[in-house]
């Protein structure tokens, strides 16, 4: 079956797709299920492994917030193959770490059913913290799905700048653009195993409308449009070594952000390493050939390398500038750099697990200008 | 234009079973690359190629070799023979062929044919080339009322010149004739 | 500026252009006494690090070079460092890194003209782009 | 220096004689190798890029498994191996004794330069007057009497050509080191006798020589006088008068000879008695001068054999095998008939100088242009078989290598160029018969546009107008054609080298028709002496691959040999340095050369010092002088012992040339040679002082600089980890899968060495393809071979034969593979082995072409090959027999030449000719692909009557069958130009042969397979049987399309290649290796990717990423690739990199 319609009662979409996910918990196959959910005695959003079905009341599918990319959490369920499989509920953003994940062997694709849907974006942590402790997070949640009607300038900047709002890559696509939410939701199956699941749900088969594309367009336009200014700022804000090193002035070398990077796969970053351990000696020559220099030293470096590392793998979350204590904003110049690199190897992190990460692999003839100076072909 | 494969000569062939072998037998090794024909100074003269030849002998085409007159036009200068990669004497293959042709009086090389046996001829009767006895036994030989006319302008511009001796004495005949016994002698068959 | 001398790191592949260098030597051809060469096994293993490092500790221009497509003694560490030149030239240049400042070259063991050609050329061409702006300030 | 006793010597020292050094090298023999040239390389040193890889590669060749026995670095650079001496200029002079134990003498002739003083600093060669044509360029360039052999050579760069130098003695003031030596001295001591009755002719002879520096001259009037003289004093060269009163020359000389027969005579002689002065040289005169004669030529005569005199060093020796590696020589074009103006015209150059022409360092340093005037090159025509297949030569052979080197100058050319230059090649057989030769031909043909035109051209002319050679030839159209170019390449074939008629009457090794060795019947490294074995191209013009092969097959025929005689073989197991403890400090001691004196004049030696000993781990600084020579490491070693340091840092000029002293320091001093450093300081000649001509030296290093570069070192040794490497068990044991030739060679090649072989074969039968053949082109019988391998295999203690078996199963690495096989029953057994060799053979190619398979007078030349041995095939029923070549081979679809067809197609129309002359045979081909000697059979198959048809794949041969038994085939002959019906009564169609290796078996031992379906080597030129997975091996038709002979030499390689791992009880890794910090690792696996050895993989029990340390080559593409430095390098670490970044910029 390929897509199936679920309908929607009193306006709760997120009920709708708890439905879903009852109906695919009680599958035997299925072990658990991770989803985003509130913790009992807080309003706060974690991702929730559920088993008990019961327990599908805590989750909320369509958070407004994520406190973390849950993509190195299903990397946890899918290390190894297990006997039963696991489905999770994840953003795009995560669904697509998550395939970047699986290219570095962190987990298995096929040990997860993945359930995604459009995603409207959401609310930095900070604004989401400050909303709940508010106590009235109504706005945050239940109008957040009745977009446009949520303002736009308050989501996360990642968000905003993200023009794949869709759920590429799950094997269950939740649509909710250009259908009538008010009334249903559709489940769009977009692998095998997702229209196999679809098969055993018993829910009603439904073409998808044809007013959808037209609706994600538009998303997809406006968000365009945001991410170019967006770099657009970022590049005239670090176009040289001085304004680089103003844009991270704050920075305490605290490594937040490559924590909070969900294809940040080291165990433990090389420069927390006994590398960067450097000699006492090491430090004083340094500063008497510079005459001075910052403690701690390598933030720069640091951060030049981590573009060289995960630049190709970014998928844009906004989960680096989250994490950051002292507010610098990672995620723009992450995002700003990334496009580029990827766009030189032709490379879309997330887009697809068949394709290898740009520097695993190599071709004999390709990139025939990189080698030989340039100015003397100019000649 | 199909044509079989003509049977093909091999070392025990006789002449007389097969004329083409003993030339088959010089030229077998012959692997067409050309060297002949490239070297060949009357080449462009030539309605075949020697190449082409070699080919024909090697596939035992008479009748295509004898149709052609590349090989009267060969004027032994042995360049091919100086260059042939396979070390093969292109030069006397192509006498061996007037040879051939001689023997078998072919028709369409009598004009050779005639011409050579009346030149040698004048030269054992004279001791030297009497050019005008020369041609006369040419005409009388070729039967051809019309060919002097075809020398006549020619003859007419040698005359000019005084290139044509005219008959003298057959000073040297008798020197020359046991040279010429010899030669016959040593030749065997008396062509 | 007119007496700016650019430093340039060069990383030489330990077969092919590390033999081109020492060809030049033996050649008695000269280049630039700006160059520092570091003797790598391969240029496949140049780590981005190490390129970030120098243009950030100093180097005015970092060279890799190593054997020629198909050359490379350990078969293919060539072409994984054009990779990683090809990455580093979409993210230097961003930051007041000129894109010239990073070059990459197949040097050949015959090559020692061509060996001291580059050199010659790329200090030249460091020297037209000048200093890396403002790094001298920077105290990161 | 030298040893006295070696395992080995090897006469040559080409790629074959390095291959057959370093195989035995490895396999724990002490190797002496020699060359004739000064250095080694042989004709590969003048090459940058070889087909079909368009590189060079030639650094694939050195050790894989024991690295640090040898040096990492380019082979052109030098060559140094711990268990190989090499001797340059030097030749074998005597030879005897047997298989382990010949007596070997030799002659070195010294270049004038002492090797272990010169520093390459070049400044002879500015004051050197003597202009010549530069040899290494053919002569494209000028070069000095002194010059560098090889320009990138670093040790014995120099040599003086003696007989170019005019001793003017300018270079032996200014050489820094005193490296030269003219032999002034013993000149001044040479003693010569002018005997003459002529007072006037012994006055101008005694000035003559006086004024060339020849001080010990006396004369004498007589005969008698020159006899009381001779008593006195040594004379050792004496100048006699043919005709004088009393004794007569040619007396004197008998009895001068009779005393002293290495005395040498040159006689002087009148017009009138020349005569008794060639009498003469019967009685042991070296020549003779005819009076009057130029001083000029006289003096010459005399330096010649002063030079001989002092210049020679004997050397004597003793090994238990010797290897004849001497290679080949090309053809000079000029000799002969030269219809193309070799040497004469200036635009017409060999094939070889025109790899100088693309060579960086070549003499237009790579720029194509023309090399007499400089113009920018347009057009290039190449002109194949100049020297080979040319029976006016006497070449009657086919150099087999040329047709793809002028496709490999063409298809460099284009790159050089972007295309732009215009190549022709004019060939008669495209003779592309190696496996990856037809593509690479396609390719050069279709996507690089190389012309390639099937004439030959019969000579060069100059255009009249221009200059340009012009070329004439006849086309395939029947035309002649007329082609003007810039520059003319000769394919010039091969000849055997100089020394090879030499050679073969000191060491009794029969030579063929053409000079070159002659191999025995099925084992091509095996000459017709015993103990002396033939590797490369002395037996053969042959290309890389091949060469290699039989070098490795020649040392495991020595080594056979050492082991059959009882040499102990000396392989040393571990280290013999101690380790240093990895917690212990960095104490460095840094030990600076001063060359000469050169840095206490222009350094501030002071500030060095203190620059150095900021650091605490530098403990001391030492200035040395003269650390190349022995001179400097005594004090150096001294200062060791002293100070205890655990890390060395050298600074002194050109690191390679020191790779003997610091392999030496290191074994008496027990500091691991890895934890010591050389800094190259580049020493450079200053300009002369205006006062004297003799130079100083300098760094050609600013201060500044070698300030940073000792830093650097500083940094570099601080950072290592001086742990040493740990080694792997090895289990000692081979598996050969398949039991035909190369399979049988194999395993008996190893068992024969003392180790267990594994043989399994699938059938219930040993020999493979063997079985069905009955002779060779050679007319050597195949039976005979097939039981005597058969007997060996059978009966050999060492081999455990597991026939109708399968391989169901493999795991491991090398030295440690457990692999499973299982017998028709199904009953299953493991087998553990440190080393695999897949030999799993081929078969001919299947065809349903042509009408195969529908009629009874089709078949292919397998099956004519089994009714010949069968006594079926009755050759006198036929009237006509075709066959057809290239069936299904050469196409896209199977785009390889299976290089046995031709060869067979050839030998059965001989032998169908023998046993029936009349037989009409037609041959339709598209090239005959009869390389090297075939080449002979290919004209006796011509002589014979058999016809040559070419067909184009364009356009095949049609074929018809009747039911009364005849074949009848249609083909166009493009040069008769006649469609040909040819009437047979057999068509055999020669189909090829495809490999039996299926993938998932290879893919067991982590092998892959090429286009074409064979086994994958590590490099088609450099390591022709390896797999790129260290410890797996192919040989026989798994590897390529291969004769019997070359299947057995790829089986003996194959074995020799084993023996390299088997001989070891353990296997350690080199310096560099990759290992993996665990703590760090999430096994993401990308190192697994970028490791192009295969020598990481997850270990899936311990769930962790595990490195082979003997598989792994150092290369650090898995640290590059790997983010957070889980995978390192040891000894070429992170740490170390970024602390050298750092102190580059200090």
Redesign the interface.
């Known amino acids: 079956m390929q897509t199936v319609t679920m309908e929607v009662k009193n306006e709760d979409v997120a009920d709708a797709i708890r439905t879903l996910l009852g109906r695919i918990l009680a599958l035997d196959e299925i072990d658990a299920v991770m989803v985003p959910g509130r913790l009992p005695g807080s309003r706060s959003v974690m991702p929730l492994l559920i088993h008990d079905p019961d327990q599908l009341d805590n989750s909320d599918p369509l958070s407004p917030a994520f406190a973390l990319n849950a993509a190195k959490q299903v990397c946890r369920l899918t290390r190894t193959a297990t006997p039963k499989r696991v489905a999770a509920v994840l953003r795009p953003c995560e669904i697509r770490a998550f395939i970047e994940l699986v290219k570095l062997k962190q987990g298995l694709r096929e040990q997860v059913i993945i359930i995604g849907s459009d995603c409207p974006g959401a609310y930095p942590n900070k604004i989401f913290d400050a909303l709940t402790r508010e106590g009235d997070d109504s706005g945050a949640d239940h109008g957040y799905v009745k977009r446009p009607s949520v303002d736009e300038s308050s989501l996360s900047k990642a968000c905003r700048a993200c023009e794949h709002p869709m759920p590429t890559g799950a094997d269950l696509a939740v649509c909710l653009w250009g259908v009538d939410t008010g009334r249903e939701v559709m489940v769009d199956a977009q692998t095998d195993s997702g229209r196999e699941i679809l098969d055993r749900l018993g829910l009603k088969a439904t073409p998808l409308p044809d007013q959808r594309a037209a609706a994600v367009e538009t998303v997809v336009a406006e968000r365009t449009r945001f991410r170019d200014s967006m770099f657009a700022e970022t590049a005239a804000a670090t176009d040289s070594l001085e304004k680089l090193d103003h844009y991270f002035a704050h920075c305490v070398n605290c490594y937040n952000c490559r924590t909070a990077c969900p294809v940040c796969y080291c165990r433990q970053c090389v420069f927390e390493t006994n590398l960067f351990d450097h000699d006492p000696l090491q430090y004083l020559s340094w500063t008497r050939r510079k005459g001075m220099i910052k403690m701690p030293t390598d933030t720069i470096f640091y951060h030049l390398t981590r573009l060289a590392h995960m630049s190709t793998a970014c998928v844009g979350c906004g989960q680096c500038s989250n994490a950051c204590p002292n507010d610098i904003d990672v995620m723009s110049l992450f995002r700003t750099v990334a496009h580029r690199t990827q766009a030189a190897f032709d490379y879309q992190a997330g887009r697809d697990v068949a394709e290898r990460p740009p520097l695993s692999e190599f071709r004999e003839h390709e990139f025939a200008d990189t080698a030989g100076l340039h100015w003397r072909k100019e000649a | 234009?199909?044509?079989?494969?003509t049977?093909?000569?091999?070392?025990?062939d006789t002449r007389e079973a097969n004329p083409l072998a003993i030339v088959?037998e010089m030229m077998?090794?012959?692997?067409?690359?050309?060297?002949c024909?490239?070297?060949c100074p009357n080449?462009?003269a030539m309605d075949?190629?020697p190449?082409?030849l070699w080919?024909?002998v090697?596939?035992g085409?008479m009748e295509?070799i004898f149709q052609s007159h590349t090989f009267t036009l060969c004027s032994a200068c042995y360049y091919c023979s100086?260059?042939?990669?396979?070390?093969?004497n292109p030069s006397d293959a192509m006498a061996e062929f007037k040879q051939i042709a001689a023997r078998g009086r072919m028709r369409q090389y009598g004009d050779t044919t005639h011409f050579c046996r009346d030149f040698v001829d004048n030269v054992r009767r004279n001791g030297r080339l009497q050019e005008m006895t020369l041609m006369t036994a040419y005409f009388m030989h070729m039967r051809r009322p019309t060919l002097p006319l075809r020398f006549a302008s020619l003859g007419w511009k040698l005359q000019s010149k005084a290139k044509v001796s005219l008959p003298t004495l057959r000073r040297g005949a008798p020197k020359l004739e046991a040279l010429f016994r010899k030669v016959e002698e040593m030749e065997g068959d008396g062509t | 500026m007119q007496s700016f001398e650019p430093l340039i790191i060069a990383f030489v592949c330990n077969w092919c252009t590390y033999t081109a260098a020492d060809l030049a030597g033996t050649s008695r051809l000269t280049y630039p006494s700006n160059v520092r060469l570091i003797r790598v096994m391969c240029t496949g293993m140049v780590d981005p690090q190490y390129i970030i490092k120098a243009f950030l500790e100093g180097a005015d221009a970092v060279l890799v070079s190593g054997c020629h497509p198909g050359d490379c003694h350990y078969i293919n560490g060539n072409f994984k460092a054009r990779r990683r030149i090809r990455l580093l030239k979409e993210i230097l240049p961003q930051f007041g890194f000129e894109a010239d400042r990073l070059q990459l070259t197949w040097i050949g063991a015959s090559d020692g003209i061509q060996f001291t050609q580059t050199m010659r050329e790329l200090t030249e061409r460091t020297r037209e782009l000048g200093p890396v702006a403002s790094r001298s300030q920077m105290v990161f | 220096m030298l040893r006295e006793n070696y395992h080995a010597v090897i006469i040559g020292a080409g790629i074959a004689g390095i291959r057959s050094a370093l195989d035995l090298a490895e396999t724990g023999s002490d190797v002496l190798l020699i060359d004739r040239a000064a250095h080694p390389g042989g004709l590969l040193s003048r090459l940058d890029a070889q087909f079909p890889t368009d590189g060079c590669g030639m650094c694939k060749m050195l050790p894989l498994l024991e690295r640090d026995s040898a040096e990492a670095t380019c082979l052109r650079k030098g060559f140094f191996h711990e268990r190989i001496d090499f001797l340059p200029a030097t030749e074998l002079s005597h030879l005897e004794g047997g298989p382990g134990r010949f007596a070997v003498r030799l002659k070195q002739t010294l270049q004038g330069v002492d090797p272990q003083l010169c520093i390459g600093c070049g400044a002879c060669e500015t004051v050197c007057p003597v202009d010549m044509p530069d040899d290494f360029n053919s002569g494209l360039s000028r070069s000095k009497a002194i010059h560098r052999v090889v320009p990138h050579a670093v040790v014995g760069a120099y040599v003086i050509d003696a007989a170019a130098c005019t001793r003017c003695g300018a270079c032996v003031p200014i050489c820094p080191t005193g490296a030269i030596d003219l032999a002034f001295d013993r000149r001044k001591e040479f003693s010569i006798l002018v005997v003459d009755d002529e007072l006037s002719v012994r006055d101008s002879l005694k000035e003559w020589l006086l004024n060339e520096g020849f001080m010990n001259v006396q004369t004498a009037e007589s005969g008698a006088e020159a006899l009381t003289l001779l008593e006195q004093s040594d004379v050792k060269l004496l100048l006699i008068d043919v005709k004088m009163p009393g004794m007569d020359g040619v007396d004197l000389l008998k009895q001068a000879k009779a005393d002293h027969p290495d005395r040498v005579a040159v006689m002087m002689t009148a017009y009138a008695t020349v005569d008794t002065a060639v009498e003469a040289m019967k009685s042991g005169a070296l020549d003779y001068l005819i009076k009057p004669f130029d001083p000029q030529a006289m003096l010459a005569m005399v330096n010649r054999v002063f030079q001989a005199t002092v210049s020679v060093q004997e050397r004597q020796v003793t090994a238990g095998a010797v290897i004849l590696a001497g290679g080949m020589t090309l053809f000079d074009p000029g000799e002969g008939v030269n219809p193309y103006g070799y040497g004469t015209h200036p635009h017409v150059i060999t094939s070889l100088a025109f790899e100088r022409v693309l060579s960086g360092c070549g003499p237009s340093q790579g720029r194509l242009v023309r090399p007499a005037d400089g113009k920018p090159l347009q057009r290039i025509a190449w002109l194949q078989c100049v020297g080979s297949r040319d029976c006016q030569i006497s070449a009657d052979f086919c150099s087999r290598i040329c047709c793809m080197i002028s496709l490999k100058e063409a298809v460099l050319a284009k790159n050089k160029s972007n295309d732009a230059v215009e190549t022709t090649i004019f060939y008669t057989d495209m003779r592309t018969f190696g496996k990856s030769f037809e593509p690479y031909r396609r390719q050069a043909e279709e996507e690089r546009g190389v012309n390639l035109v099937r004439a030959r051209v019969h000579s060069v002319t100059a255009s009249p107008e221009s200059g340009d050679p012009l070329l004439r030839y006849a086309g395939l159209d029947g035309r002649m054609h007329e082609a003007e170019v810039d520059l003319v390449v000769l394919a010039a074939g091969f000849r055997p080298s100089p020394e090879t008629e030499a050679l073969a009457e000191l060491t009794q090794a029969e030579r063929n028709a053409w000079g070159f060795f002659q191999p025995q019947p099925f084992a091509a490294a095996c000459s017709s002496a015993e103990g002396i074995y033939l590797a490369g191209a002395c037996t053969e013009p042959v290309e890389i691959n091949a060469a290699l092969i039989q070098a490795s097959a020649a040392a495991l025929e020595a080594g056979r040999t050492l082991r059959r005689s009882g040499s102990q073989l000396a392989l040393a197991e571990g280290p013999a340095a101690k380790g240093v403890a990895p917690d212990a400090p960095p104490r460095i001691l840094a030990a600076i050369c001063t060359c000469h004196g050169c840095l206490s004049e222009t350094r501030n030696t002071e500030k060095l010092i203190s620059g150095l000993t900021r650091d605490p781990a530098v403990v001391q600084v030492l200035f040395v002088d003269q650390l190349c020579g022995a001179d400097g490491w005594g004090p150096l070693e001294a200062a060791i012992k002293d100070v205890a340091p655990n890390r060395l840092l050298v600074a002194a000029c050109h690191p390679l040339r020191h790779s003997t002293h610091r392999r030496a320091l290191s074994r008496r001093t027990g500091l691991p040679e890895n934890l010591m450093t050389i800094v190259d300081m580049k020493i450079e000649p200053t300009e002369p002082q205006a006062d004297t001509t003799a130079r100083s030296l300098r760094t050609a290093l600013g201060e500044h600089v070698l300030s940073a570069s000792l830093q650097m070192g500083v940094a570099f040794l601080k950072h290592t980890d001086p742990t040493a490497p740990e080694r792997e068990q090895v289990q000692r044991k081979a598996l050969v899968i398949g039991g035909g030739t190369a399979g049988m060679h194999a395993a008996l090649a190893i068992a024969d060495m003392g180790y267990g072989v594994d043989l399994v074969e699938k059938e219930n039968r040993l020999g493979g393809n063997l079985a069905w053949l009955h002779h060779t082109l050679e007319g050597h019988a195949v039976k005979p071979l097939l039981d005597q391998l058969d007997d060996r295999v059978i009966q050999h203690p060492k081999i455990t034969l597991h026939l109708e078996h399968e391989v169901v199963n493999a795991v491991g690495r090398v030295g440690d593979f457990r692999t499973t096989v299982q017998n028709a029953q199904g009953r299953t057994e493991i087998l553990r082995h440190g080393v695999t060799i897949l030999a799993t053979g081929g078969l001919e190619a299947e065809t349903t072409a042509y009408g195969y398979g529908t009629h009874r007078a089709i078949v292919t030349q397998q099956a004519l090959e089994r009714q010949i041995g069968s006594g079926e095939a009755d050759a006198a029923a036929w009237d006509v027999v075709a066959m057809i070549q290239c069936v299904g081979s050469r196409e896209p679809s199977r785009d390889y030449c299976s290089r046995v067809c031709c060869p067979t197609a050839i030998k059965h129309a001989l032998y169908l000719k023998e046993k029936n002359p009349r037989v009409q045979i037609y041959i339709l081909y598209r090239d005959v692909m009869m390389t090297g000697f075939s080449e002979s059979y290919y004209t006796e198959a011509r002589r014979a009557g058999v016809v040559f048809i070419p067909y184009r794949p364009q356009q095949l041969p049609g074929v018809e069958t009747s039911p009364d038994g005849i074949v009848t085939l249609s083909v166009r002959d493009p040069i008769a130009e006649v469609d040909l019906k040819i009437e047979a009564n057999l068509l055999v169609l020669a189909t090829g042969v495809v490999p039996r290796l299926p993938a998932k078996l290879a893919a067991f031992y982590g092998a892959t397979l090429d286009s074409g379906g064979f086994f994958q080597e590590a490099d088609s030129k450099w390591r022709p049987v390896d797999g790129l997975r260290e410890g797996v091996f192919a040989c026989g038709l798994a590897l390529a399309p291969q004769t019997i002979t070359e299947a057995a030499a790829a089986g003996q390689a194959a074995a020799q290649r084993a023996l390299r791992i088997l001989c070891h009880e353990s296997l350690s890794a080199g310096h560099p290796t990759a290992a993996v910090r665990h703590s760090l690792c999430v096994l993401c696996q990308r190192c697994i990717d970028a490791c192009p050895y295969g020598a990481r993989s997850v270990d899936l029990e311990q769930r962790r990423l595990v490195v082979d340390p003997a598989m792994c080559q150092g290369c650090g593409a898995c640290a590059a690739v790997c983010l957070n430095g889980a995978a390192i390098l040891n000894h070429h670490g992170a740490g170390q990199m970024l602390a050298m970044i750092d102190a580059a910029v200090e």
């Open positions: 234009m199909s044509t079989p494969a049977r093909h000569a091999s070392a025990t088959q077998r090794a012959c692997i067409q690359c050309g060297t024909s490239a070297s080449a462009s075949l190629t190449r082409h080919r024909l090697q596939l085409r295509k100086l260059r042939c990669p396979r070390g093969l």
